[in-house]
């Protein structure tokens, strides 16, 4: 029997957050646009109360729509506070010491040699994993209008994989707090097809996969294909 149904789904795990509490975090549209969107309004008036159709807003840009109408919103399950002194962190997430959930990412993978305005990069890792039948495309959720940015990527899950974000830290910021319900990610589909968000109370093994469990790396198993060959 296939994993996934015949209309399609996106599964999630965790072995940490209960699947009760998870699924107050991964959120589909409308339920995923931001909370002033209902502050915009649809239509303006001139001084004699005559409708202005040539002025639109956000409420009527296809942009802006079609992304919340094809992405899960990923906020924070935790509260996370760290501080950052010397390249050293300290911190809290939740009620757990920061390491529990967060490491540094290794300056040598590629910010050292970036020459940018960013220090360093942590790795949040909520422990909960995804697996869809497409590549999911995490981008910054910037119309959430966060004080922080995330570094945007694809994942190719297939097989389960962890959903791991990527906070970039600047240069002399010595403090990050992030409140629980947060918007961490915009999880966008590569499909047209109509797909279920599926939600497993079954814990996992990473044993049970072939990947990092096992190798050092499973760059090309994740590998995509170069959609764009040739300009003409």
Known sequence: MSLFKKNKS??????????????NFLLSFPNNIPSYFK??????MDRKKRLLRSQKTLRTCSGFVNLFKRSILYNSPYDIELFIDD???????????WDKYI???PDWQFIKYAQSDWEMVIKFMPFCNLQSPYNLII???????????????????????????????????N???IRQGTPLAYINVETDEQLDLVFKDENYKYSDWMG????????????VKNLINKII
Not at 10 to 23: A, Q
Not at 214 to 222: A, H, I, P, Q, V
């Open 10 to 23: 996106i599964i999630v795990r965790t072995n940490e957050i209960p699947i009760n509490i998870l699924k």
């Open 39 to 44: 502050n915009i309004p649809s239509k303006f």
């Open 175 to 177: 403090h990050l707090y």
């Open 139 to 173: 981008t910054n959720p910037w119309w959430h209008m966060n004080d922080f940015q995330i570094i945007p990527g694809i994942i190719n899950c297939k097989e389960p994989l962890d959903l791991n974000i990527f906070i970039p830290i600047k240069k002399g910021q």
């Open 103 to 105: 490491q540094y990412h």
């Open 87 to 97: 390249g050293k962190i300290t911190g809290t997430v939740g009620g757990s010491n």
């Open 212 to 223: 990092l469990h096992y190798l050092f790396s499973n760059f090309k198993d994740k590998l």
